[in-house]
């Protein structure tokens, strides 16, 4: 074992692991975790805490991360690369051992042109890549970026991010290689929607085993209506939505748009089961946690394993 | 080059608001390739300012000058004669941040103000439109990536991109802006390298950037 926590043991396990994820309030109740998480808890390996995600102050992932370890949550710290420069970097990874935090997700982090804070000063001193090379470092070697050694080694379980949608297609396994050079355990695509691209990609990967190497999990986000579907479509760079999805969501009625949503994330999760590659999937449901379970229970993945 | 441009004349006439004479400084260099602050510019800014200043019923008088550049002393130096003759208020600079910052200096208690934004190390791309290319890293590498620089062209200075947010060849941040990843790739798989692409890059040393400090070169067979 790397770092032993629940999600490794999973997938060490053979099984199909399942994550969530929680988008930290943009203020400093507490209360707020507790409300959302305790929709995930049991139902999920693991919990994604974000980062300040799309550039907006939240509260800060490695204090969330906390809360959810003292709700019995397994968290994954999610790290952008955006805000903190290689020291900060380091000191955050240290600080997040110490407090428990096993899974850390590597980002390289939305611009701030997106965000609440466009003016402000981006770092970018290192990127994701560099960014799984330093917590497997400091891992494996039990040294920090400098050759220093550290005094107590922190014991991670590698993640990061793929979008199989981005362009230049023909690249993107090539990326996915990188990563798995750099050390990466795991990975977490971007939400899929164009399975056929998904299968060409998965197909690469799986030519170049590059699948046997790192444990992929499918990114699994529910429409929750016409609308949602079309601006993911149109305005999030880098995300692909067929036409034919939002074609089904509109033949229902649309106050039931939303369970056609989560019915096509359970037809999602179950063709992943299936395919080749696939170990697991990272379930982001948008402010939706509460359906969570719903999804989860419909692919026939609970109850979870217990690997402990 | 530096590119620039010039500052909007809303921001320079309430900069100016309190003058009655100044002296508005040209320079011969970047900024006259980039159609900022040359000898024409100097002219167009003077005349905008005395008709704005007419109009509000506060006349200005203004000299023009343009030296051959800003930012080397012995150029500075030819501005001497007009500032020890003329009562100005202050000096007005057009050149790169360089230059008012020389005036600044060569004349101890003159008010420089700057007319320009100092934007970026870039060349044109068509008339009338320039682009960035170059962050002044200190250490370049572009050989690695086709000669193109993802440090300076891309919006997160990614070592290892495209990032996914690289779509139909754009940068996430804007449809206008290329992403120089999908460049850097298609570039390097014409010239056959796209193995290359495929080594992960390590931390980059910026001890040579500007987070090493105001930077200074010495050419010890240069200097006297």
Redesign the interface.
């Known amino acids: 074992m790397k770092a032993g926590s629940n999600l490794e043991k999973m997938f060490a396990a053979g099984h199909f692991a399942v994550t969530g994820e929680l988008g930290p309030p943009r203020g400093a109740d507490a209360g707020h975790i507790h409300e959302k998480a305790k929709y995930l808890k049991g139902i999920v390996e693991s919990v994604n805490v974000t980062d300040c995600q799309t550039a907006v102050v939240r509260m800060a992932s490695m204090a969330v991360c906390r809360l959810l370890l003292d709700m019995g949550i397994e968290p994954n710290l999610q790290m952008v690369?955006?805000d903190r420069n290689?020291l900060a970097i380091q000191a955050d990874l240290l600080g997040a051992s110490a407090l428990g935090i096993k899974n850390v997700l590597c980002l390289?982090?939305?611009?701030q042109?997106?965000g609440d804070h466009p003016q402000a000063k981006?770092v970018?001193?290192?990127?994701?890549?560099?960014l799984i090379?330093t917590c497997k470092k400091m891992r494996d070697e039990g040294k920090l970026?400098n050759d220093h050694e550290c005094e107590g080694i922190p014991k991670f379980f590698i993640g990061a991010?793929?979008?199989p949608f981005?362009?230049?297609f023909d690249?993107r396994v090539?990326?996915l290689?990188?990563k798995i050079?750099?050390g990466v355990d795991f990975l977490q695509t971007?939400c899929i929607y164009n399975m056929e691209k998904f299968r060409t990609y998965i197909q690469q990967a799986n030519d170049l085993g590059l699948t046997e190497k790192c444990y992929i999990m499918a990114g699994i986000t529910p429409l929750k209506s016409v609308g949602m579907a079309r601006y993911m479509q149109k305005f999030v760079?880098?995300l692909d939505v067929p036409e034919d999805y939002i074609t089904r969501l509109k033949g229902v009625d649309k106050k039931k748009q939303g369970d056609e949503g989560i019915k096509i994330a359970i037809e999602q999760i179950q063709e992943m089961k299936e395919m080749k590659g696939i170990s697991g999937a990272h379930v982001m449901a948008i402010e939706w946690e509460e359906r969570v379970e719903e999804i989860v229970s419909g692919a026939g993945l609970l109850p979870r394993p217990d690997v402990s | 080059m530096v590119v620039a441009e010039r500052k909007p004349i809303e921001e320079i006439l309430d900069m100016i608001k309190e003058f009655d004479k100044v002296l508005l400084t040209g320079c011969k260099g970047c900024v006259t390739v980039c159609n900022a602050g040359g000898e024409k510019e100097v002219g167009i800014l003077a005349s905008a300012l005395k008709i704005a200043r007419k109009k509000e019923g506060r006349e200005i008088e203004i000299d023009e000058i343009t030296l051959e550049r800003q930012c080397d002393p012995e150029y500075i130096d030819q501005l001497e004669d007009p500032i020890s003759k003329n009562n100005y208020d202050a000096v007005l600079s057009m050149a790169c941040s360089v230059g008012p910052q020389y005036i600044a200096k060569r004349f101890d208690t003159v008010l420089v103000y700057p007319m320009l934004n100092t934007s970026f190390i870039g060349g044109s791309l068509e008339h009338g439109v320039w682009a960035e290319f170059c962050q002044a890293c200190g250490s370049c590498a572009i050989h690695n990536f086709g000669g193109l620089c993802p440090i300076a062209r891309c919006a997160k200075s990614l070592m290892n991109g495209p990032c996914g947010g690289s779509s139909g060849g754009k940068c996430e941040i804007s449809p206008e802006t290329d992403c120089v990843w999908h460049l850097i790739y298609e570039r390097m798989s014409r010239l056959g390298q796209l193995d290359k692409l495929g080594n992960v890059v390590m931390f980059k040393d910026w001890t040579t950037s500007r987070d090493g400090g105001p930077r200074k070169i010495v050419r010890e067979d240069l200097k006297q």
């Open positions: 690369c955006r290689r390289s982090g939305d611009h042109k997106f981006n970018f001193d290192i990127d994701s890549m560099q090379a970026i991010a793929v979008n981005a362009d230049p690249f090539t990326r290689k990188k050079d750099a971007q760079p880098g």
